[in-house]
């Protein structure tokens, strides 16, 4: 069974401040990794996708994510944070050519602060 | 192109009383996902189709959940009778599988509230 662990239910930057969100997830074959971010009273948006190849993967909105297969993560970062950032970010998993249903971890709240 | 949609975006329903939440997906997508997100325990699948098929139920939380999808545009879910716990947000979600995988994307969700 696969799963998604975010560590830090709420995570707090100043305004310009590097964004770091961190996922590992566990899975028994070669996963697909996935961003989603959600803003207030809205559905989820993608903002990237690991599949194959390049394990940098850059996103929407300035974001990225290394795929490092050795510590099973999948963080996701953005050099300056602005203040549009604020939302609700999950981290997600399918696997590689068989259920493409994805399992979501908890989510991360991250507010920006001026 | 328009999303996936899904109707009703908000609803309010007494308790003992029948749900219904409908969904468009993407035009050419052959997948379907019916997810549930509540503060407790996040987003959870609760079943997805393939090409109109049930693929995987196992996430529907019991009798009183029903989902069908009569044709590729258009999906249901049912709950009857609804109970207080029901109170969460429902998004559909669709995506084209291939052979290099697939994108899910969601709609907006339909915030049901069950008194």
């Known amino acids: 069974a696969q799963s998604v662990t975010q560590l830090g239910s709420h995570v707090s930057v100043s305004e310009g401040a590097l964004v770091l969100l961190r996922c590992n997830y566990s899975?028994?074959?070669?996963?697909?990794l996935f961003w989603y971010v959600q803003y207030p009273n809205q559905g989820l948006q993608l903002l990237l996708k690991?599949?194959?190849?390049?394990?940098l993967v850059k996103g929407i909105n300035g974001f990225e994510a290394e795929f490092k297969k050795s510590e099973t993560s999948f963080h996701l970062t953005k050099p300056s944070a602005h203040m549009s950032d604020a939302a609700e970010y999950f981290c997600?998993?399918?696997?590689?050519?068989?259920?493409?249903?994805?399992?979501f971890g908890k989510g991360t709240k991250l507010t920006v602060n001026p | 192109d328009a999303g996936v949609i899904q109707s009703p975006r908000h609803e309010v329903t007494e308790m003992g009383q029948e749900v219904t939440l409908r969904c468009k997906p993407i035009?050419?997508?052959?997948?379907l996902f019916w997810y549930r997100q509540t503060m407790m325990r996040g987003l959870e699948l609760l079943i997805y189709?393939?090409?109109?098929?049930?693929?995987?139920d196992s996430g529907m939380p019991e009798d009183r959940f029903s989902a069908k999808m009569p044709n590729a545009s258009f999906s249901t879910l049912k709950i009857q009778p609804s109970e207080p716990r029901d109170s969460a947000v429902y998004f559909c979600?669709?995506?084209?599988?291939?052979?290099?995988?697939?994108?899910?994307?969601f709609g907006e969700g339909s915030w049901l509230t069950v008194v």
């Open positions: 189709f393939n090409n109109n098929v049930p693929i995987d």
């Open positions: 690991y599949t194959t190849g390049a394990t």
């Open positions: 979600a669709s995506s084209l599988r291939t052979v290099s995988g697939n994108t899910i994307y």
């Open positions: 997600a998993v399918s696997d590689q050519g068989g259920s493409e249903k994805l399992v």
């Open positions: 899975s028994s074959v070669p996963p697909y």
């Open positions: 035009s050419g997508h052959n997948s």
